[in-house]
Nanobody, 124 residues
Framework: QVQLVESGGGLVQAGGSLRLSCAAS????????MGWFRQAPGKEREFVASISRASVVTNYADSEKGRFTISRDHANSTVYLQMNSLKPEDTAVYYC?????????????????WGQGTQVTVSS
């Protein structure tokens, strides 16, 4: 089992920044690729970003490229999502997730473990 706990969400004005953290515990953190997803009210969960086990490969949804950065710290078993130039449409609950294979990373069904989510609200 891998336990994932997100933090860092909150209320921010449009144009502002937030850094989300996801602390992992349980099994060996470096064995898992990590991803961030988000879900807005009334919408399906959508892919935001992912990072491979050794941080060699990262992927982003088109709407996040250039604004968001995913990174991971193996010493602290934590994955981060730095979000800049936030827009009201970024408002959602953000979830981190873990998977073994770095394949088809935009598909949420490939992720085995999920955190409980952290709310991000961007005001206009």
């Amino acid at each position: 089992q891998v336990q994932l706990v997100e933090s860092g969400g909150g209320l921010v004005q449009a144009g502002g920044s937030l850094r989300l953290s996801c602390a992992a515990s349980g099994r060996i953190f470096s064995n898992y690729a990590m991803g961030w997803f988000r879900q807005a009210p009334g919408k399906e969960r959508e892919f935001v970003a992912s990072i491979s086990r050794a941080s060699v490969v990262t992927n982003y949804a088109d709407s996040e490229k250039g604004r968001f950065t995913i990174s991971r710290d193996h010493a602290n078993s934590t994955v981060y999502l730095q979000m800049n130039s936030l827009k009201p449409e970024d408002t959602a609950v953000y979830y981190c997730a873990a998977r073994v294979a770095y394949l088809n990373v935009i598909n949420s069904r490939g992720y085995t473990y999920w955190g409980q989510g952290t709310q991000v609200t961007v005001s206009s």
